[in-house]
């Protein structure tokens, strides 16, 4: 297994990303730690996890409020000693998209961008003064492909300050490798594009309107877009020993809809 005797964080652990890479991570061996705000979701996924053999925690973590994230990583420092990986899928708003810029009130640009540079700050910075003294650890981030579009699809996704937060966490996140890879720490952004299990039950699920999802795998190198299955495999092999050599850098998941 990749991940035998890892601790790993996981926040946003009840969403469809988060849980689907919290089930990656146990199935390949890593003590998990779900952190979220809606306990219910977080006991489902723990119970999940827990029926097919792995070992999870739940715990109420606002990832947007650095006491509450700095007193869980201690705590688990506490417990189990160390910190190997953390991961951050909390939500950015990415229902605040579909309105032209000039439309748009300066709050709804502006509360994408700040929510995920923010807490992708707090998040990797606090799981960092854990592996700095270990001189080890991987932390990932997540964005998506509205960063980058394409002049076509800027045009037809109209994503508003979605894709200024994306572009903004991808940039941290060279800027944290930089300044952790000495410390042995690595720090990769995965890049997937939309996934289609996750939009009838997100917020802003009405990216699966007609028309929407042909048009979207129409212009992928594979006629197709990502699954979860696949972005959590793939967040399971970057967060392992196998991806040893890799940081600052972001994974691009979008079946080649972005070739970079």
Known sequence: ?????????????????????????AREGARVFLAGRTPSRLDAVAAEIADAGGTAE????????????????????????????????????????????????????????????KTHFLTATAAARHMVPQRSGVILTLSSSAGVLSGRDRRFHVTGGFGVA????????????????????RVVCLRPDAIPETWAVEPGGDINASGVKPYMEDGTALGRLPTLREVADTAAFMASDWASEMTGTTVNLTCGSIMD
């Open 1 to 25: 297994m990749l991940l035998t005797d890892k601790t790993a964080v996981i926040y946003g652990a009840g969403g469809r990303i988060g849980s689907a890479v919290a089930r990656a991570f």
């Open 58 to 117: 739940a715990a109420h973590v606002d990832a947007l409020d650095p006491q509450a994230i700095t007193q869980h990583l201690d705590a688990i420092v506490k417990q189990v000693g160390r910190i190997d990986i953390s991961f951050n899928a909390i939500w950015i708003r990415g229902d605040l998209q579909g309105t032209p810029l000039i439309q748009m009130p300066w709050e709804d640009v502006t509360t994408p961008a700040l929510t995920g540079v």
């Open 166 to 185: 994306c572009a903004a966490i991808e940039a941290l996140s060279r800027s944290l490798a930089g300044e952790l890879g000495p410390q042995g720490i």
